[in-house]
C-alpha cells in the first residue's frame, strides 16, 4: 500500500516512489536509458489504485529485475 498524500505507507521508499509517479504523471511504466542484462528471470508487477481520484490498474510481465526496476524505478522497490 502506498499513498501519496502525504507519502505514507508500508512501502519502503514511499517518499521516492511518489515523487516517481508525479514525474510520469501516474503511468507507472516510462522508459529510461538503462540498459539491462538479457537473462530471461520474468518479473510480474501489478498495481491498482486511485491516482488523483481515477482508478488505475496495471499489470506487466518484465524480462527480469533490471527491467521492472528500469521502467518503474522505485514504485515496485519492495
Not at 13 to 19: I, P, Y
Request: hydrophobic share 35%.
Amino acid at each position: 500500500m502506498l499513498s501519496c498524500d502525504p507519502p505514507s505507507g508500508p512501502h519502503p521508499k514511499a517518499a521516492e516512489a511518489c515523487k516517481d509517479l508525479d514525474a510520469s504523471e501516474g503511468k507507472l511504466e516510462r522508459p529510461t536509458g538503462t540498459v539491462c542484462i538479457l537473462i530471461y528471470a520474468p518479473v510480474i508487477a501489478q498495481a491498482e489504485g486511485l491516482w488523483h481520484g481515477r482508478p488505475v490498474s496495471f499489470k506487466h510481465t518484465y524480462g527480469n529485475d533490471c527491467e521492472l526496476r528500469a521502467g518503474t524505478r522505485s514504485v515496485f522497490a519492495f
